[in-house]
């Protein structure tokens, strides 16, 4: 009879759940030891990610203090007021108590922004609003929010209009900030320099464009180099009879001269296929830049492109000249 330990029967979601309280658990035994210690910026941050990991009263209880001794009485009062519909929901009446007392405390000491819309902004849809990158609601927009000491960036945007950004630094002393946002039109960015004319309305489009131009340079190398390959092919042909006539018995006993004439069209049947290639790459690259230029409006062409094929005594090859 197979016999498997309880461990082992649990599915992977009840260990990952387990891994994940033990884990909290550890933050939250780690960040109350740096607490005691007022070690509060290594405890706070060990104390909120150990609440997101297993939310509960009393590490929320811990981390608010946290950040109150810590001068964050903004975020201390928004924990303590969360710990206090925690503690009500689980009807533990001794933890309401203290949540409401700790969070009285702080209210006097707090300040506090009110966000306000100019009427040009009243009428818009979709407009955003966030403070520090968090997106706020609209029912906050005209509320008193407390803010914790620093420095806060208050951002709007809607459509069809300028970005708005606004930075306060809110200081130890209580104090009310108030900033109304503003929502100017965008403007159509024009270029520096730029004349706007009216066009015909016959303008008619013409196919010559930079890269209809190297189109054509393409062709023109790739039909340089198929006629270099034919010129060469000829040679290597007419170079193996020479070398066929100056042989007596086949192609034993043939002098120097003809085993020359043999290496050299050997030389030219290799610059043949070569030639061949490129030419026919050449060509397919230029069809392909032609089919796939955009037209623009007609203007005169100042490419010059001329192609020549270089043929010679043990060597060939293309040469393009020209400007664009």
């Known amino acids: 009879m197979l016999f498997c330990p309880p461990l082992l029967l649990l599915s992977p979601s009840v260990h990952a ?35 997101r990991l297993k ?11 946290c ?18 519909g925690r503690a009500r929901t689980a009807g533990n009446p001794q933890i309401v108590q203290l949540a409401q007392k700790r969070a009285a405390a702080l209210a006097s000491r707090l300040s506090h922004l009110r966000i306000e819309l100019a009427a040009s902004v009243e009428a818009l ?13 609209a029912t906050t927009w005209r509320a008193d929010m407390p803010l914790d000491p620093g420095s806060h960036v208050i951002e709007a945007e809607a459509p069809g209009r300028k970005r708005f950004e606004k930075t306060i630094v809110v200081g130890d002393e209580p104090q009310q900030y108030a900033i109304t946002v503003t ?28 890269q209809r131009s190297l189109a054509l340079v393409a062709g023109g190398i790739g039909l340089a180099g198929v006629t270099a390959g034919t010129f060469l092919g000829l040679a290597v042909g007419s170079q193996m009879r020479r ?33 061949f290639s490129v030419g026919t790459a050449a060509i397919l690259g230029g069809v ?20 020549l094929p270089i043929v010679g ?5 293309i040469q393009a000249v020209g400007k664009w």
């Open 125 to 137: 849809a979709n407009v955003r609003i966030s403070l520090d990158g968090a997106p706020l609601e």
């Open 67 to 84: 950040q109150e001794l810590s001068g964050k009485g903004a975020s201390a009062h928004a924990h303590y007021l969360e710990a206090e």
């Open 17 to 51: 759940q387990d891994m994940t309280d033990a884990g909290a658990q550890l933050l939250d035994a780690e960040g109350t030891a740096l607490l005691n210690q007022h070690q509060l910026a290594a405890a706070c941050p060990k104390l909120e990610q150990s609440f």
């Open 183 to 210: 929502l100017a039109p965008a403007e159509v960015e024009v270029e520096p320099n730029a004349v706007l004319e009216p066009q015909p309305k016959d303008t008619k489009s013409s196919p010559w464009t930079r």
């Open 243 to 275: 070398a066929r006539a100056l042989c007596e018995n086949g192609t034993s006993g043939c002098p120097e001269e003809a085993l020359a004439l043999q290496d050299q069209a050997h030389g030219y049947s290799l610059a043949s296929t070569i030639s």
């Open 313 to 317: 005594s043990g060597a060939a090859g």
């Open 288 to 307: 392909a830049l032609w089919l796939t230029a955009p037209p623009r409006p007609e203007r005169p062409l100042d490419a010059q492109v001329r192609v």
């Open 55 to 65: 939310p509960g009263i009393g590490v929320l209880l811990r981390l608010a203090l």
